[in-house]
């Protein structure tokens, strides 16, 4: 028997399986109603994943698809100290998808926002002749007046960054070549930073914070834009592990390259007070995380910079090949 | 000179030319902190349009495909009786499109989120090799415990729909044809009924309520699913005017079949107790819009029913091609 399709199924037949799948509430209504919590004001984000661009179906299994689609909005939450609580879900189905896929798509869902304690609570289902995309808006909360931001770094102020880089930009290469594995995990479920930017969040010792999506290179210099600030960051200084090195080199790029400008880590990025860097370290490591200084804010005329190991100072730009000289 | 193309801004200076546009704190952040308003709740609502499937990029101005992603999406908190607060809005962008078509695409986002007093207070943009997509999520707020829903419509409830039919089912076949006017004005820059929810709410006289945007005959089913009854709909007082019929004779369309399956009209349809009808009927013609009953609620065995003017009556399916009689 063929796969069943979408076309057989139509719009309606395929939002009773979901509804199934996510909770009987969804998509009930033309909106959701959604519960406050007192002392919490709202924080809203979307992001969107067209296949091809910002993921690879014929790579990956759909629940990754759909876990992804989740984290990578919840990242933005917790950029903000925040906590995730809603999903709001828009697909947008090229015809040739089995229902068996979308399910599974769905249960990827289900599985990140069960994870974080989230419900799904509506979404939008559209047919298009173009790629799967998945557009997800996030709505979470945060103590009122307290939510971490872009704005507020001071010259002076330690760099920080959770875990460790370089890992989703490396995995992406081995998936392309048909490999499985942690570092290939980590571009494809990535680990929202929740308790990380909830611990910073209660220290109340941050100045700036934000998630790492595009990349170090491109997503401190908006930091540094948001803050009015320049930044210098110390490339021996990186926190890059062994696996991200080996795997770096077997598929020849520049481990230093790909934690830099490779993107797609959702680890956090965070300024504070030189005298704060001990506690902020401690909190964070009671979460499991280690909190790495990776440079320091400077004053906005001194723009945005790299110290290279061998003492030599760049401007830090768009992408790894304005750096000809560390490819040596 | 050639129009400047998106592939030479680049997404960070689109974004600075959009932030322009709409606001400075548009996408400062990782993700929008929004205000709350103390006894009302929150509503949360999406909607995706993909050029060729809800709207025709080459018959339209870009103003108006802005215009009306937001519209539509305001049409679903109008339909909870809410008010419309917030906008975020995801673009997937082809890289034909110039940078003129696209900050002229964000003047219409402008224009109608004004309109309604509601901010853009976030959103993202993505390049895509499909079609051109607005994937819009709106958030209002409604009084506590007091959203119009689905749920509650009662066997010998009168069933309401504000204002009258088949314009925008009419209007997108003229717009086909090159023609402009009010019915396609209808089509392609839809009024969401916000006032009209508003007094509905403030009256606590109603007993279901959703908007109409897949067209009476489906929409009508969803409600009475919700509800758990059946309908009837008396083909005789559904309110069509004289314009559409005209309209629909010019384009050889039945105008009872683009009332009850056209679609994208984005009126209410409503149940409450007969004994309210008139106090309904006068507490929206206060917005300036009519409130017609076109039929009844009546036990959910009976099903969806249409009464056809010659006393026949037939179950309400999913298209007018299974009413072949009432093409005669």
């Excluded at 395929?14 to 209504?29: K, M, N, P, T, W």
């Excluded at 876990?67 to 090229?94: K, Q």
């Excluded at 997800?136 to 939510?147: D, F, K, P, Q, S």
């Amino acid at each position: 028997m063929p796969p069943e399709r979408l076309a057989d199924l139509g719009e309606f037949g395929l939002l009773a399986r979901i509804r199934a799948l996510v909770g009987s509430s969804y998509l009930g209504d033309d909106a959701a109603v959604l519960p406050r919590t007192a002392g919490m004001e709202l924080l809203a984000t979307v992001d969107a994943q067209v296949d091809g661009v910002h993921f690879l179906r014929e790579r990956m299994i759909p629940q990754q698809v759909g876990r992804r689609a989740i984290a990578v909005n919840v990242s933005d939450i917790a950029a903000m100290g925040g906590l995730p609580r809603f999903a709001l879900v828009s697909l947008l189905l090229p015809a040739d998808l089995s229902v068996a896929w979308i399910e599974a798509l769905y249960d990827g869902i289900r599985q990140e926002t069960v994870r974080w304690e989230m419900q799904v609570t509506g979404g939008n289902i559209s047919g298009t002749p173009g790629p799967l995309t998945l557009d997800v808006t996030v709505l979470g909360e945060v103590e009122t007046g307290c939510a971490l931001t872009r704005r507020g770094a001071r010259p002076g102020d330690p760099l920080f960054v959770t875990g460790d880089l370089g890992r989703a930009a490396v995995g992406l290469h081995l998936l392309r070549r048909g490999e499985s594995g942690s570092l290939v995990d980590a571009y494809c479920t990535p680990v929202p930073r929740v308790g990380e930017g909830r611990a910073l969040l209660r220290s109340r010792l941050v100045h700036a914070a934000m998630d790492l999506s595009d990349g170090l290179g491109s997503d401190l210099y908006r930091l540094c834009e948001e803050s009015q600030v320049g930044a210098v960051i110390e490339v021996a200084a990186l926190p890059i592990s062994d696996a991200v090195r080996v795997a770096a080199a077997t598929v020849g790029l520049d481990p230093v390259g790909l934690a830099l400008f490779g993107g797609e880590d959702f680890e956090l990025v965070v300024a504070a007070a030189s005298n704060d860097a001990g506690t902020l370290q401690r909190v964070v490591a009671e979460v499991g995380t280690p909190l790495t200084v990776i440079g320091e804010v400077r004053p906005a005329g001194e723009g945005v910079t790299v110290h290279l190991p061998d003492g030599s100072k760049r401007p830090l730009a768009g992408g790894w090949d304005h750096f000809p000289g560390a490819h040596a």
